[in-house]
């Protein structure tokens, strides 16, 4: 497939239906969550299949400051971590997580185990994201954090004397990550850990991921259908050897360059039983008028021979797919409603204004929602150069625009290296499928 580089650009050209399986970094969201959790545990983990982008690179290099012994490997695609077994070594340390969101929430929490004076910090953006909800937490288990700028954005100060334990509500939280980062961190508290969540939930299976992967290091927690996690404590992380799934949000480009272009794209590692909510996409595409094919170790997605249906979907369980979708629905047949994902607004960007913004300049007429978007894909693509908002699913995902309409460019492309660096060589490497 033609990829043509232009500075820090890049311009994507039609080659007609895509074929082949698809290159996946490791799942960049169980990768954090392993090495939170190998990073407090008894003896030395490996992680096989792990990711290397930038959101796992803010991680690894926060917790070396945090005097926790990690070595990579990413030719074999491995790291190593050496458990401080509930202790961390540091006292004082000063971590900038850059555009990591997960980094940031994540070690917001595990700092608090610690004992001495933490500050975290990231980009201008990220100091504009929120985190009150999980440092009000954390504060209700004895944290002691304070906001240097803006109250309930980063940067924080944290005075750490460990976490005592106790009842936490969370209302309606804006990110499921609030609730991972408290559930990772709970069974190191000095008595039992009750969450409660109240209202909605944003990206419900990323709690569910969470739980998957501290029970697979020995902890055990106790669940109820009403929202409410009770985490013993005095348990503590088993160190061993874990092997991370391909990245499905990653996945999503490839099953939707196969939507796209009429071909076929499978993606080994991952099926409907795989630990990451996005593996749901193909029943979306499914909806659209794709075939999905499974077997146990990998899925496969075959684009339709006419075109796509416009569909109606609720989103919420799988929010890093609706920039997918939404190009995927520049070349469907009728209307594409994208429902109930109003925390796209606090993202790297406002990913709905943003949506709304490159849609419209490739000629689609957008509905914006409170809580989602509506796109009407036009009767012809306007050539155009995509602005990535330094953004790396905008990037990706208008990237697959290109497949199908001549005139496409993706500026600062670059941003692709925060969970996907070698996205476009991956895209490049589909061969035509034969028709």
């Given at each position: 497939?033609?990829?043509?580089?232009?500075?820090?650009?890049v311009r994507?050209?039609p080659?007609?239906?895509?074929?082949?399986d698809?290159t996946l970094?490791?799942?960049k969201?169980?990768?954090?969550r392993y090495?939170?959790?190998?990073a407090?545990?008894?003896g030395?983990?490996?992680?096989?299949?792990?990711?290397?982008?930038?959101?796992?690179?803010?991680?690894?290099?926060?917790?070396q400051?945090?005097?926790?012994?990690?070595?990579?490997?990413?030719?074999?695609?491995?790291?190593h971590?050496?458990?401080c077994?509930?202790?961390?070594p540091?006292?004082d340390a000063?971590?900038n997580v850059?555009?990591?969101?997960?980094?940031?929430?994540?070690l917001?929490a595990?700092v608090?185990?610690?004992?001495?004076?933490?500050?975290?910090?990231g980009s201008?953006?990220?100091?504009?994201?929120?985190?009150g909800g999980?440092v009000d937490a954390?504060?209700?288990l004895?944290?002691?954090?304070?906001?240097?700028l803006?109250?309930?954005?980063?940067p924080?100060?944290?005075?750490?004397?460990?976490l005592?334990?106790?009842?936490?509500?969370?209302?309606?939280?804006?990110?499921?990550?609030?609730v991972s980062?408290?559930?990772?961190v709970?069974p190191?508290?000095?008595?039992?850990?009750?969450?409660?969540?109240e209202?909605?939930?944003?990206?419900?299976?990323?709690?569910d991921m969470?739980?998957?992967?501290?029970?697979?290091?020995?902890?055990?927690?106790?669940?109820?259908e009403?929202r409410?996690?009770?985490v013993?404590?005095?348990?503590?992380y088993?160190?061993?050897a874990?092997?991370?799934e391909p990245d499905?949000?990653a996945?999503t480009?490839?099953?939707?360059a196969?939507?796209?272009?009429g071909?076929?794209?499978?993606t080994?590692?991952?099926?409907?039983?795989?630990r990451?909510?996005?593996?749901a996409?193909?029943?979306v595409?499914?909806?659209?008028?794709c075939t999905v094919?499974?077997d146990?170790a990998?899925?496969?997605?075959?684009g339709?021979?006419?075109?796509?249906a416009g569909?109606?979907?609720?989103?919420?369980?799988?929010?890093?797919?609706?920039q997918?979708?939404a190009?995927v629905?520049?070349?469907?047949?009728?209307?594409?409603?994208?429902?109930?994902?109003a925390?796209?607004r606090?993202?790297?960007?406002?990913?709905?204004?943003?949506l709304g913004?490159?849609?419209?300049?490739l000629g689609a007429?957008?509905?914006?929602?409170?809580?989602?978007l509506?796109?009407h894909?036009?009767?012809q693509i306007?050539?155009?150069a995509?602005?990535t908002?330094?953004?790396?699913?905008m990037a990706?995902s208008?990237?697959?625009?290109g497949?199908?309409?001549?005139?496409?460019?993706?500026?600062?492309?670059?941003?692709?290296?925060?969970?996907f660096?070698?996205?476009f060589?991956s895209l490049?490497?589909l061969?035509?499928?034969?028709?």
């Amino acid at each position: 497939m033609p990829i043509e580089r232009i500075g820090p650009d890049v311009r994507i050209h039609p080659a007609g239906p895509v074929a082949g399986d698809a290159t996946l970094p490791g799942s960049k969201s169980l990768t954090n969550r392993y090495l939170i959790c190998t990073a407090l545990a008894d003896g030395e983990s490996t992680l096989r299949g792990a990711s290397f982008a930038d959101d796992a690179a803010a991680m690894l290099a926060a917790l070396q400051q945090l005097g926790i012994h990690v070595t990579t490997h990413p030719a074999r695609g491995e790291i190593h971590v050496a458990g401080c077994r509930g202790n961390l070594p540091a006292d004082d340390a000063d971590l900038n997580v850059g555009h990591a969101g997960t980094a940031m929430r994540f070690l917001a929490a595990l700092v608090c185990l610690g004992y001495g004076r933490f500050r975290l910090d990231g980009s201008p953006r990220m100091r504009q994201r929120s985190i009150g909800g999980l440092v009000d937490a954390l504060r209700t288990l004895s944290a002691q954090i304070g906001y240097e700028l803006t109250e309930g954005c980063p940067p924080l100060t944290v005075l750490a004397r460990g976490l005592t334990g106790g009842e936490v509500v969370f209302d309606t939280p804006p990110s499921s990550q609030f609730v991972s980062a408290l559930l990772m961190v709970a069974p190191y508290a000095k008595r039992d850990v009750l969450i409660r969540i109240e209202g909605p939930v944003v990206s419900e299976p990323y709690i569910d991921m969470t739980i998957d992967v501290m029970r697979s290091l020995g902890v055990e927690l106790l669940e109820s259908e009403a929202r409410r996690f009770i985490v013993p404590a005095f348990q503590r992380y088993q160190a061993g050897a874990y092997a991370i799934e391909p990245d499905a949000s990653a996945a999503t480009y490839f099953w939707a360059a196969a939507a796209l272009t009429g071909g076929r794209v499978r993606t080994r590692g991952l099926t409907r039983a795989s630990r990451q909510g996005d593996v749901a996409f193909v029943d979306v595409l499914a909806r659209m008028g794709c075939t999905v094919e499974e077997d146990d170790a990998s899925l496969a997605v075959t684009g339709p021979r006419g075109r796509l249906a416009g569909i109606s979907v609720d989103l919420n369980a799988m929010p890093d797919t609706v920039q997918t979708l939404a190009v995927v629905a520049l070349f469907a047949d009728g209307p594409t409603e994208i429902r109930n994902v109003a925390n796209l607004r606090v993202k790297e960007t406002d990913r709905l204004a943003a949506l709304g913004a490159e849609l419209t300049r490739l000629g689609a007429r957008v509905e914006l929602h409170a809580d989602g978007l509506t796109v009407h894909p036009p009767p012809q693509i306007t050539p155009a150069a995509i602005q990535t908002y330094a953004d790396h699913r905008m990037a990706m995902s208008f990237a697959l625009a290109g497949l199908v309409a001549d005139g496409v460019t993706i500026q600062d492309a670059g941003c692709v290296s925060k969970s996907f660096p070698t996205f476009f060589e991956s895209l490049a490497a589909l061969g035509p499928r034969s028709v």
